[in-house]
């Protein structure tokens, strides 16, 4: 895949990252590796996770809100968002 940074060069190093209980991995290039590091949260998401202006069906709340207080919404949130909010429920089960 191509570096979701600059666009420009393969993506072949991984990012790891915490926010709160919230582990976030992504692929990105050597040159962009210190870049993805200094991301804040919502910088990151907004790289790796292309759709967080997504909203549920449901109760309206956007991945955004979500990733910023990690509170969902209501418990369709979960469905909307398996995909992206998996590494976040996965944290959530295994404590
Ligand atoms: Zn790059
Ligand atoms: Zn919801």
Same mark, same amino acid.
Do not use: W
């Given at each position: 895949?191509?570096c979701p940074v600059c666009?420009?060069?393969?993506?072949?190093?991984e990012v790891v990252r915490?926010?709160?209980?919230?582990?976030?991995?992504?692929?990105? $290039?050597?040159?962009?590796?210190?870049?993805?590091?200094?991301?804040?949260?919502?910088?990151?998401?907004?790289?790796?996770?292309?759709?967080?202006?997504?909203? $549920?069906?449901? $109760?309206?709340?956007?991945?955004?809100?979500?990733?910023?207080?990690?509170?969902?919404?209501?418990?369709?949130?979960?469905?909307?968002?398996?995909?992206?909010?998996?590494?976040?429920?996965?944290?959530?089960?295994?404590e």
């Amino acid at each position: 895949m191509i570096c979701p940074v600059c666009h420009k060069r393969e993506a072949t190093e991984e990012v790891v990252r915490y926010f709160g209980a919230f582990k976030s991995q992504g692929l990105v $290039c050597h040159e962009c590796l210190s870049a993805a590091y200094s991301l804040d949260a919502n910088g990151f998401y907004n790289v790796f996770y292309a759709n967080l202006q997504k909203t $549920c069906r449901r $109760c309206g709340r956007s991945l955004n809100d979500i990733l910023n207080t990690m509170i969902v919404g209501c418990p369709y949130c979960y469905t909307e968002f398996s995909e992206e909010l998996k590494p976040l429920i996965d944290s959530l089960q295994s404590e």
